[in-house]
């Protein structure tokens, strides 16, 4: 199986000039091997995420969160889409979450002081579940950045969101789930990086449980045109994504993506979409991602199960 090594998986630049790091055939597996969020600096939780432990942090976007790629796919066409199924997701035995006070929600609360302190907390990956001092929530790894190359522009992979995906941190990109992206160039020029462990809905704090890990993708072409924002197939749900500010124009793009969804590919009419968004106790609203890092946009799903959208 081809693989990106760790080493050459320090991409910090969605661009679309970049030589391909593989080429691989639609459907073929491959493999990257990614860093976590701070490059190495942090993992070991030794050093205090400030200023001067971490000099990425002094470019504006921080010049973090590195990526492999890009990875050219055969068949892929520019302007239409690409389907990336994610087949494993292994992580280290041990992640790092940190408070850094410039990207932190509670930076200026007198309530919450800790909240403007350095800090850093190791995550133990221990079976299924993720561990931090008396804490243990479930393990549940996740790729925060998977994307294609932007058409013409060059986002950084901190910052980096749109259609073409980028750095969204959905709690869906886990293994078994199939992402479809709008694919800009031939071949796709896909990335792939900033694996979490575990995250809370949201990523309130700015970071989560930031993993190095080994990814195992396939990727293959998609009928269809352009889409407005990324899609989901999880073993049970499809959820459509809005990506936006403030968060309530997030959720209503991504449901309107998800009405046309429906109405488009899927054979509801458009009343019959209308309903099921509004009156299915299944119809489910998720915020991703809520930041106020690196002012990202809010990254809101709307879905619904397979079984229903089957009918």
């Not at 940190?98 to 800790?114: A, G, K, Q, V």
């Not at 980096?160 to 031939?186: I, K, R």
Request: hydrophobic share 40%; aromatic share 8%.
């Amino acid at each position: 199986m081809q693989r990106i090594p760790r080493d050459q998986a320090h991409v910090y630049a969605l661009d679309g000039t970049l030589d391909p790091a593989l080429r691989v055939a639609a459907g073929e597996p491959f493999a990257v091997e990614t860093d976590d969020a701070s490059s190495g600096l942090l993992t070991s939780g030794e050093l205090a995420p400030t200023l001067e432990n971490l000099p990425y942090a002094r470019f504006s976007p921080a010049r973090a969160n590195p990526v492999g790629g890009p990875v050219y796919v055969e068949g892929v066409a520019a302007r239409g889409r690409i389907r990336i199924e994610i087949d494993e997701i292994t992580v280290a035995d041990t992640g790092i979450w940190y408070n850094r006070p410039p990207i932190s929600p509670l930076r200026d609360s007198r309530e919450w002081p800790e909240g403007g302190e350095a800090y850093s907390e190791v995550i133990r990956h221990e079976g299924d579940e993720a561990a931090v001092g008396r804490l243990r929530w479930p393990l549940v790894p996740m790729i925060g950045t998977l994307a294609c190359a932007p058409e013409w522009e060059v986002h950084s992979t901190t910052a980096g969101q749109g259609p073409f995906g980028g750095n969204l941190d959905v709690g869906d990109y886990q293994a078994g789930a199939a992402v479809l992206l709008t694919s800009y160039h031939e071949g796709g020029l896909l990335f792939a990086g900033d694996v979490h462990g575990c995250q809370g809905d949201g990523e309130w704090s700015s970071v989560a449980d930031e993993s190095r890990a080994e990814v195992v993708l396939r990727a293959s072409p998609e009928p269809g045109d352009p889409l407005p924002a990324p899609r989901i197939v999880t073993a049970d749900r499809i959820v459509a994504l809005g990506i936006a500010r403030p968060l309530e124009v997030a959720a209503r793009e991504a449901i309107m993506h998800l009405l046309r969804w429906l109405v488009d590919e899927l054979g509801f009419t458009r009343r019959e979409a209308y309903l099921a968004v509004g009156l299915n106790p299944e119809f489910r609203i998720r915020v991703y991602q809520m930041t106020v890092a690196y002012a990202l946009d809010y990254v809101a799903g709307a879905s619904l199960p397979r079984e229903f959208v089957a009918i």
